[in-house]
């Protein structure tokens, strides 16, 4: 159903949350006509996706290009179905998924708790943050070689690996949201004689976890990376270490259909981590009309 075209009052906060905006920070009834249901901006990511691959498609004929060097859409198509209809894509795809939910989880632990910890001590915070911060700096990629060298060609490298890569926004947004409360809601706790726990309980915790699930929607996308950079390093198994097979056979349409799968692999991720976040936090968004 549309929205009635009737000049409407000026946007009402509600909880917290601005009325509905555009990306420009305009209001939705400023959007054209056509825009304003769901059903307009889902044919606007369609025309766009249209527009991309007729530009990819393009591009690859007007040049001259082989399939070696680009293939077009039609090509990686049909790669793509010809991998999941043989169940080639299948079998190393189920070995990367694992290594994405075990790398995620773990790096999930790591960040909570050890970001946790950071948010109760500023000792603790003043000491370990050098150390926390040189982790990130050192590319992970360089230490693929060590972790397989450490735990052998299975699954275990490419779960550290995934881990470490994700644990660091989870940290960051942990601590940060453990510690931005307001100063008047601390004090309402106290004059009630709340206890540190129950303060952490049903204060900073409520608080902090808006804040977290931002770190896990960045957290599961980089999971993927990490499962990735894994398998390109050691590894007889998964989507990692099927493109170094192609690129040895010189099969470029399933090398980028692999490509394709990954991305739809961490788009799914993504969205599934916003719906659990909309799920345990819809009173925090306004119902819209449809």
Not at 19 to 24: N, Q
Not at 112 to 125: D, K, N, P, R, W
Request: aromatic share 10%; with cysteine; net charge positive.
């Amino acid at each position: 159903m549309t929205r009635e075209t009737v000049q409407r009052p000026a946007p009402v906060e509600a909880h917290g949350v601005a009325a509905e905006r555009d990306v420009g920070g305009a209001p939705a009834a400023a959007r054209p006509a056509w825009y304003r249901t769901r059903w307009g901006e889902r044919v606007l990511v369609v025309l766009v996706f249209v527009a991309f691959l007729g530009l990819w498609a393009g591009f690859a004929v007007a040049l001259g290009l082989s399939s070696l060097v680009l293939p077009t859409p039609l090509a990686v198509w049909r790669a793509l179905v010809e991998g999941l209809a043989s169940g080639l894509l299948w079998v190393h795809l189920w070995v990367t998924i694992q290594e994405i939910v075990l790398g995620f989880l773990a790096g999930c632990c790591l960040g909570v708790g050890i970001g946790t910890l950071l948010a109760h001590s500023e000792v603790a915070q003043r000491v370990l943050s050098p150390y926390l911060v040189a982790s990130q700096a050192m590319p992970k990629l360089a230490l693929a070689p060590i972790f397989v060298i450490w735990f052998g060609f299975g699954i275990a490298p490419k779960v550290v690996i995934a881990a470490l890569i994700c644990f660091f926004p989870l940290l960051e947004n942990t601590v940060i949201g453990l510690n931005a409360v307001d100063e008047t809601k601390l004090d309402l706790f106290r004059m009630l004689t709340a206890s540190p726990w129950q303060t952490f309980i049903k204060l900073r915790v409520p608080n902090a976890l808006p804040v977290i699930f931002a770190g896990l929607r960045v957290a599961i996308v980089l999971s993927v990376v990490g499962a990735v950079v894994g398998e390109y390093v050691g590894a007889n198994r998964g989507l990692g270490a099927l493109i170094i097979v192609t690129q040895g056979n010189f099969d470029t349409p399933l090398m980028f259909s692999v490509f394709v799968l990954l991305t739809l692999v961490g788009t799914l991720l993504y969205k599934g981590m916003e719906v659990l976040e909309r799920t345990l936090f819809a009173w925090r968004y306004l119902k819209r009309e449809e």
